[in-house]
């Protein structure tokens, strides 16, 4: 469009073109044979705007794309992540409103822009409800993405009731459900909901925050949710499965957080399609205060349960409002998972060698991929049990944090029998690889090579092996290691 002193340069002839139209138009209406004077005063106003249009189209030529065109670009000009949330006039879509009228009918004539609704309720909102209702009407019948969150004081806003009964109003057209609650708010948004229920509902996240009330709450379960037809994924932080009604069997991805080992068991045991599934989960001794009431179960009195559909289990870290670190280790030593293809141990403190070799010797598994990564505190080197279950796995990706020398030197050994599969190895953060403090080497992976009994060669696709201090190494050194590790062999 050009520079602001160019545009001001151009500005009188803009004007003068802009009155020379408005002037020939309207000359032309005055010759016309005499109307009754509404008419001629209607047919006044659209050559005016027709000529402010003309104008326009000349100063800004966006404005002559197609609407659909417009329509397209503002839907790519929402933000991927919001800085508050919706109701926010520096994002799009209201910033889009703002710039002119034109603007301002397109992107309220697309639905796509009011699909997502994204609000925090903390603070009174006069016009909570015609605001949230303007809305989800401009969405049409586009499915919604609702993401809804409260600090405890939902109740003592006005017209609460009638902003939920007008969200949950339109809960047959929500696909995913994201809710960070606090546990003093539960009585407001669960209630009885008139007509069709969240029957596209596909994805459900409930998070319960610490809000202002403080202590735990004794009260019936959950019971919106309990007639959801298609759903399929599942993520609850700090609400066990008995205080929630879900139709659980047919659940096929779960993520249980702040949960107890107990709480897990019960969770797997309610969801027999279960396939993908992550806990993060505390032992009895050392469990966070909870906001539901719930029974401490100790682990001396769990039955052990075997699953035979999981195909994806990750053991996470997770910190609750106490500040105390998940030990989600303890849940494989009650578990089997014979069908188990991927496990992932990430931020754990209470990792143990054995616990794994244990659930891998009793579970029979088909793993193609195990990535082990204990809390960068956790004393001592990451180590693993070199036993025959667990060498002649079918995994395809291995990465393993914070192993020291000998858990290199075992790969760089020619053992055609060690996962004779293995295809990528990383081997990050290692310890007591090297004693130079300093240095930045960036070598591509290398290409290692494990000659089997079989006349076919394996080959890794990707070798990467880092040091702690997060030199990565390269060839050279890691052929001199291979050449010591014969040396010493050789003495």
């Not at 100063?59 to 109701?87: G, H, K, N, W």
């Not at 796509?112 to 609000?119: G, K, M, N, T, V």
């Not at 990750?314 to 014979?338: G, K, Q, R």
């Amino acid at each position: 469009m050009g520079s602001p002193a160019s545009f001001k340069a151009l500005l009188p002839h803009y004007l003068s073109a802009y009155a020379h139209v408005s002037i020939l138009t309207i000359s032309s209406i005055l010759r016309q044979p005499p109307q009754r004077d509404n008419n001629n005063m209607q047919d006044l106003l659209h050559a005016g705007l027709s000529s402010t249009r003309a104008l326009h189209s000349r100063a800004y030529p966006i404005l002559t794309l197609p609407p659909e065109i417009t329509s397209e670009i503002f839907v790519r000009c929402l933000p991927a992540e919001r800085q508050l949330d919706m109701v926010n006039p520096k994002e799009a879509p209201l910033l889009l409103m703002q710039v002119c009228s034109l603007w301002r009918e397109i992107a309220m004539s697309t639905p796509e822009l009011w699909a997502d609704f994204d609000l925090e309720i903390g603070w009174p909102e006069p016009h909570l409800v015609d605001f949230s209702k303007a809305w989800l009407q401009r969405a049409c019948d586009r499915p919604l993405a609702v993401n809804l969150s409260s600090c405890g004081l939902m109740s003592d806003i006005d017209n609460i009731d009638r902003f939920i009964a007008g969200l949950w109003g339109r809960s047959h057209k929500i696909h995913t459900l994201e809710l960070k609650i606090a546990v003093e708010d539960l009585d407001v948004i669960d209630v009885s909901i008139c007509g069709p229920n969240f029957r596209t509902l596909q994805r459900l996240s409930v998070q319960l925050q610490q809000g202002l009330g403080g202590g735990a709450v004794d009260r019936e379960p959950i019971m919106l949710f309990h007639d959801t037809p298609a759903l399929c994924e599942v993520r609850l932080s700090e609400i066990p499965p008995s205080s929630i009604s879900l139709p659980w069997s047919q659940i096929t991805r779960f993520c249980g957080e702040i949960y107890s080992v107990a709480e897990c068991l019960e969770a797997l045991s309610l969801m027999p399609n279960l396939r993908h599934c992550t806990f993060a989960a505390f032992d009895s001794i050392s469990s966070p205060p909870r906001p539901f009431s719930t029974t401490a179960v100790h682990t001396n009195n769990l039955n052990p349960i075997t699953h035979p559909h999981i195909q994806h289990l990750e053991l996470s870290d997770s910190i609750s409002d106490s500040f105390l670190l998940a030990n989600s280790m303890d849940v494989l030593a009650f578990i089997t998972l014979p069908a188990l293809q991927t496990l992932q141990i990430r931020g754990v403190k209470d990792y143990s060698k054995t616990v794994l070799d244990s659930f891998l010797s009793r579970s029979s598994p088909a793993l193609h991929r195990l990535s082990i990564h204990p809390l960068e505190s956790q004393n001592g080197a990451t180590e693993l049990c070199f036993s025959p279950h667990f060498t002649s796995l079918p995994l395809m990706d291995l990465e393993v944090w914070y192993p020291d020398s000998h858990l290199l030197l075992r790969f760089l050994g020619k053992n055609p029998e060690l996962l004779p599969k293995l295809r990528r190895l990383s081997l990050l953060g290692c310890r007591n690889v090297d004693n130079e403090a300093s240095g930045n080497l960036a070598a591509p992976a290398a290409n290692h090579q494990i000659q089997g009994e079989s006349a076919r060669p394996s080959y890794l696709q990707l070798f990467r092996v880092v040091s702690e201090s997060g030199r990565t190494l390269s060839d050279t050194e890691l052929a001199l290691m291979r050449l010591g590790q014969l040396k010493a062999s050789c003495n």
